[in-house]
């Protein structure tokens, strides 16, 4: 029998399993590569067959593949591949008189916060003659970026966003200790809440420990109860050698982590 597997490329940001590790002992692996332009084509025809304008269509297939390649050579991290270019086709045979940027406006909502990557891939498909797509996409992402000129621009302030669960807004914090140094912490296995100290792994609003809404901790580790937040001035008396020793104890945690859960290491990842 034959498995026909769809297999994203190694490293960010797809995470998974290592496919030869797991599979190549026991599948003779031929590995397929995206289509040509011509397939590609003929693909998006097939989603847009009375689309009124198909010469649009391989032109969109250039342009994916011009966006694969950013990829490879490192200019953009996500390789747009054929299941978005199909996206496209299918919302242009549907609404035939939408422009290609309204059409885009879908495929392309996760980068409505990052201004240069929608000027870099705006560009790709201007230089495949589809003109106005810069235009089209500032006026339907800038809106909703917070850059500065937009509506919801801060005009030079900061913005203080947080993701709190409903109920678990324990309020602000006033650390009962001095800061030692970053450490993961005791574990308590009762899960009661702990505040404002530096023992216990999981709590909030302390110091040193892995915990949420401290300072000087290596990383955020949650024990389920309401989470308290210590103030900017406290936290700006961490000191960057505490700072660096923090850093250093997250990547150490990371790869243990890494080899926990799926044998690998940072070369794999």
Known sequence: FRLWVLANPP?????????????????????????DIDSETALLHHFAPTYPWPEDLRRLARVFADLRGLAEDGSISY??????????????????????AAAL????????????????????FEAQGFTGVAEGLEAAFGPVSGEVGSPRSTKGGSIDIRYLAEGFDGGESTPRTGLDGPKHGEVDPTGAPHVGGNRWAGGSGGSDTAGLGGRG??????????????????????????????????????RERLAEIEKMDERMW
Request: proline content about 6%.
């Open 11 to 35: 490293g960010y940001p797809f995470h998974g399993n290592a496919f030869f590790r797991e599979c190549g002992d026991a599948f003779a692996a031929v590995a397929l590569d995206n289509p």
């Open 79 to 100: 390789p747009y591949s054929m299941r978005e270019a199909v996206a496209v086709a299918r919302h242009l045979e549907k609404f035939p008189d939408d422009t290609m």
């Open 105 to 124: 406006a879908n495929v392309l909502a996760f980068e409505a916060y990052d201004a240069a990557l929608r000027a870099r891939l705006a560009a790709a």
């Open 217 to 254: 901790g290596p990383y955020r580790l949650w024990d389920g109860n309401p989470v308290h937040q210590v103030s900017e001035k406290a936290k700006s008396e961490v000191s960057e050698e505490a700072k660096a020793q923090a850093r250093a104890l997250a990547h150490q945690a990371w």
